[in-house]
């Protein structure tokens, strides 16, 4: 089985800072992990994935995200944050092809100017 | 680029209903799915679909659902009779798992909103 835990289910910082969304995993078999952002009223977007190559993972829109084992974490980060990422941030777990995705609790970010 | 589509992008029904929620997955790709999100809450999985069948079901996906794939393009997700507490957005995703054996994201529609009255 797996699960998700998002640390903080809503993040505000100011244009121009660090975004630094949380997000643990447990998983019993080796995890493929993504990160996915809701727009209001929109679908889910994805932004970027790790499938057990480079730890490190950029996505789009200047986000990356470091999958670190020891920690079981993932975490998103953006170095300069701008109004158009507010948004909603999921993070998922795989541990298959085809299997489910298993979604965290999201985290809210509201960017303030 | 590709993309899932989803119809109707709001429904509303009365409770004891039935209602059908629509899906064209992206047309190489061989798994799909439908996930729900209650207003507030995470995003929960209900169904996996591949080769014509049910591959995973959540304890959600009760006797009150089912999915089909009728025709080789359309993905379609029923509820016989609904709750008050299926009120829900429905997303519907496909992924191109398997090819090469090898695994890819997810992609999802934009959501029918459901609305039981």
């Known amino acids: 089985a797996q699960s998700v835990t998002q640390l903080g289910s809503h993040v505000s910082v100011s244009e121009g800072a660090l975004v630094l969304l949380r997000c643990n995993y447990s998983?019993?078999?080796?995890?493929?992990l993504f990160w996915y952002v809701q727009y209001p009223n929109q679908g889910l977007q994805l932004l970027l994935k790790?499938?057990?190559?480079?730890?490190l993972v950029k996505g789009i829109n200047g986000f990356e995200a470091e999958f670190k084992k020891s920690e079981t974490s993932f975490h998103l980060t953006k170095p300069s944050a701008h109004m158009s990422d507010a948004a909603e941030y999921f993070c998922a777990v795989r541990i298959a092809a085809g299997n489910k995705l298993t979604f965290g609790g999201g985290t809210r970010v509201l960017v303030k100017p | 680029e590709p993309e899932v589509t989803q119809t109707p992008s709001h429904q509303v029904t009365q409770m004891g209903q039935e209602v059908i929620l629509r899906c064209v997955p992206i047309s190489n790709h061989l798994y799909f799915y439908w996930y729900r999100q209650i207003l507030g809450q995470k995003v929960e999985f209900l169904v996996s679909?591949?080769?014509?069948?049910?591959?995973?079901k959540s304890e959600i996906f009760d006797d009150q659902f089912s999915v089909e794939r009728p025709d080789g393009s359309n993905f379609t997700l029923k509820i016989r009779s609904t709750k008050l507490e299926d009120s829900a957005m429905y997303f519907c995703a496909s992924s191109a798992d398997g090819f090469s054996g090898s695994l890819t994201e997810a992609f999802f529609g934009q959501g029918t909103r459901l609305t039981v009255v």
């Open positions: 998983s019993s078999v080796p995890p493929y």
């Open positions: 790790y499938t057990s190559a480079a730890t």
């Open positions: 679909f591949y080769n014509n069948e049910i591959s995973e």
